[in-house]
């Protein structure tokens, strides 16, 4: 009977562990595409640029990084790294930007809806200072540095192709 008792728990446990980590692959949820003209009206800045260099980090410090609200929540995210991305900037179709590199903050990986940018390849960037991936109702994380913005999945970030970039500059007229 013990034995039994065993292979129940075990097996629950399991089945707990499994559905957790199916929940988790399914994490970043987009809602649908968004459109050319949404993302550049969404984002604070809008440019193209060549990737650098990628550093994983949980020191938010360094890059500005400011964190309000759930106490509880807070604790969790001062575990969760995060990837930097350092580009440099080429043409800028929206904001103003004062330097010629940035470092663009993303989750780490697709599943926390981080964009996998590769080092050496020219990218179209929608981003801003506030992480949409985290804030909520309850938690609310932004970047106070110049030159320091977050980006995600779901902005319609992508690496650079002529027709992306015609609709921007469309949009702009």
């Known amino acids: ?83 930097a991305y350092k580009i440099k900037v080429g043409s800028v179709f929206k904001g103003k930007q004062k330097f010629d590199t940035v470092v663009i903050l993303t989750p780490v990986n697709s599943v926390g809806c981080g964009v996998s940018f590769k080092i050496g390849q020219e990218w179209i960037v929608y981003a801003g200072t506030k992480d949409d991936v985290l804030s909520s109702n309850s938690v609310q994380r932004f970047t106070s540095k110049e030159g320091v913005y977050f980006t995600n999945l779901c902005t319609r970030t992508t690496q650079w192709y002529r027709e992306e970039e015609n609709a921007i500059r469309h949009y702009m007229r």
């Open 1 to 83: 009977m013990q034995f039994g008792g065993q292979f129940n728990f075990i097996t629950y446990f399991l089945l707990t562990i499994f559905i957790f980590k199916a929940n988790v692959v399914a994490a970043c949820k987009c809602e649908g595409e968004i459109s050319t003209e949404d993302a550049v009206k969404y984002s604070e800045i809008v440019f193209k640029g060549v990737v650098l260099s990628r550093t994983i980090t949980a020191a938010f410090d360094e890059y500005g990084i400011v964190a309000k609200g759930d106490s509880s929540v807070l604790k969790l995210l001062g575990t969760n790294p995060i990837a």
